[in-house]
C-alpha cells in the first residue's frame, strides 16, 4: 500500500511518469522511495531499506529524495512507518521541500500526490 506520486519541475516542465511509492502487505523488508539520477535524468524508485546507490542503466551514484527519521511528520507528500516495533521508531518521509531536478539541474523539483495504491 502506497502513493502514486509525480515529480513535476517548474523550471523546465520535464515530463515524469507516476511513481508508486511505500511497501507491498505484510512486507518488512521493502519501502519504495523515490530515487534520482541526474546522468540519466530520471526519477524511479528504490528499496531504502536495501539502497542499490547506484543507477541501473548507467551506473552512476543515485540521490535519494526525502529522508530517514525516528520522528513521524505528517505534513508531508509521503511518510512510511517503517518499524512495527514502538520503541525503535522509523520513518521514511518525502517532505515537499523543492529538491535538483535530473533534466534542468536546478532545485525546482517538487512531488504532488497522484492517488494512492493496494
Excluded: Q
Excluded at 551506473?59 to 512507518?81: D, H, M, N, Q, W
Amino acid at each position: 500500500m502506497g502513493s502514486k506520486i509525480r515529480p513535476n519541475c517548474m523550471n523546465c516542465e520535464a515530463e515524469f511518469e507516476v511513481i508508486y511509492l511505500g511497501i507491498l502487505f505484510n512486507d518488512d523488508h521493502n519501502c519504495y522511495a523515490p530515487v534520482i539520477c541526474d546522468n540519466c535524468g530520471t526519477i524511479v524508485t528504490d528499496n531504502i531499506l536495501e539502497p542499490r546507490n547506484t543507477c541501473k542503466e548507467c551506473s552512476k551514484p543515485l540521490v535519494y529524495a526525502g529522508s530517514l527519521t525516528t520522528k513521524e511528520t505528517f505534513i508531508s507528500v509521503f511518510t512510511c512507518r517503517l518499524s512495527k516495533d514502538l520503541i525503535t521508531k522509523r520513518f521514511y518521509v518525502l517532505k515537499s521541500n523543492l529538491y535538483k531536478c535530473p533534466r534542468c539541474h536546478t532545485r525546482n523539483l517538487s512531488f504532488a500526490t497522484e492517488g494512492c495504491w493496494s
